[in-house]
């Protein structure tokens, strides 16, 4: 069995949580890799992971060229984790190591994804859970797969999924979209999330939204024929207008009055038109991206656990050296 866990910037509570994992791993009957990794950090979590690799033989340490990203940095677990079953986790206890025994039971079971469901959210503000709330279904009623609500990435995945989820190349990661289109059968367990062990957020509000929009625009192309119903309506709005001044002055003469409504009209057909090529320029920049089709990552260091026999080598296309 393989840990997966993407850190950046996290050595404030890093020595923390692999005990609390240590202890919950020790507990188990498989034979347990722990993965970390270490997503181009600037502070002494690196070295706290060279350490932490010297007294503990199953770790394995992963360094990427830079920070390239959660989701990059995920991709990358799951290519090098050599497990059966696969557990991503955040480093920052606000998802307890404790339920990873209950996963595994619902694995053992049968289940291919073990979704873990935040029932609550402490430590968080009512902001940031509602606005969470307002995405999740958002992205449901636009895109054509669901996602389920309220589940971070928090989970457990069965080799065959792992396997599916590293076919899949494209350069725009939304990981929570990704795990449900894998589809196979998939179980949800509820938890309460804890609040932040130590350290701060990495996910600030200007960077959630983005994500937001990344997520919509990956697993959906409604907002493009919102853009296109939207230019309909206010295209015959505006044809109606033109036929209402049309027949008004074919009746009553031509009049000077109207300078305020036509202003408004002017206004709010050039917003829908630049609202509509911004939807396009996110289409289009999306594409631009995958054109290019550079790497998802680099490795700059991999060092894999000395108690687990390495058959997965990293992809010559994605090592720094």
């Known amino acids: 069995m393989s840990v997966v866990v993407p850190v950046f910037n996290e050595e404030a509570v890093l020595a923390a949580f692999h005990q609390r994992l240590k202890e919950v791993l020790a507990k188990l009957d498989e034979k347990v890799e722990v993965l970390y990794v270490d997503d181009g950090s600037s502070d002494g979590t690196f070295l706290i992971l060279q350490n932490l690799q010297a007294l503990e033989k199953?770790?394995?340490?992963?360094?990427?060229?830079?920070?390239?990203?959660?989701?990059?940095?995920?991709?990358?677990?799951?290519?090098?984790?050599?497990?059966?079953?696969?557990?991503?986790?955040?480093?920052?206890?606000?998802?307890?190591?404790?339920?990873?025994?209950?996963?595994?039971?619902?694995?053992?079971?049968?289940?291919?994804?073990?979704?873990?469901?935040?029932?609550?959210?402490?430590?968080?503000?009512?902001?940031?859970?509602?606005?969470?709330?307002?995405?999740?279904?958002?992205?449901?009623?636009?895109?054509?797969?669901?996602?389920?609500?309220?589940v971070g990435d928090f989970r457990l995945l069965d080799r065959r999924v792992v396997a599916a989820l590293n076919l899949l190349s494209e350069r725009g990661r939304f990981m929570k979209g990704l795990f449900a289109w894998v589809g196979f059968r998939q179980v949800t367990l509820d938890y309460d999330r804890a609040p932040r062990a130590a350290g701060s957020s990495k996910w600030r509000y200007w960077r959630l939204f983005n994500f937001a929009i990344e997520g919509i625009t990956s697993f959906s192309t409604a907002p493009l024929k919102v853009a296109t119903y939207v230019g309909l309506l206010s295209a015959a709005l505006s044809f109606a207008y033109a036929v209402?001044?049309?027949?008004?002055?074919?009746?009553?003469?031509?009049?000077?009055?109207?300078?305020?409504?036509?202003?408004?009209?002017?206004?709010?057909?050039?917003?829908?038109?630049?609202?509509?090529?911004?939807?396009?320029?996110?289409?289009?920049?999306?594409?631009?991206?995958?054109?290019?089709?550079?790497?998802?990552?680099?490795?700059?260091?991999?060092?894999?656990?000395?108690?687990?026999?390495?058959?997965?080598?990293?992809?010559?296309?994605?090592v720094a050296r």
Request: proline share 7%; glycine share 8%; net charge neutral.
């Open 58 to 150: 199953q770790v394995s340490v992963v360094r990427l060229s830079r920070n390239f990203g959660k989701e990059q940095a995920m991709s990358a677990g799951l290519r090098l984790a050599q497990g059966d079953a696969v557990i991503l986790i955040d480093v920052d206890l606000q998802d307890p190591p404790e339920l990873i025994a209950s996963m595994v039971v619902a694995w053992r079971d049968g289940a291919d994804i073990v979704n873990m469901r935040r029932r609550s959210r402490a430590g968080e503000s009512w902001f940031k859970m509602a606005t969470a709330y307002a995405f999740y279904r958002v992205m449901n009623m636009l895109s054509e797969v669901p996602v389920p609500p309220d």
């Open 244 to 318: 209402y001044f049309l027949v008004k002055t074919l009746l009553l003469g031509d009049s000077a009055q109207g300078f305020p409504t036509l202003i408004v009209c002017i206004l709010l057909l050039g917003g829908l038109q630049l609202m509509a090529i911004g939807v396009l320029g996110e289409y289009l920049g999306r594409l631009f991206v995958e054109a290019k089709a550079r790497p998802l990552y680099l490795i700059d260091v991999y060092t894999p656990a000395p108690a687990i026999a390495s058959t997965t080598l990293p992809s010559p296309a994605s």
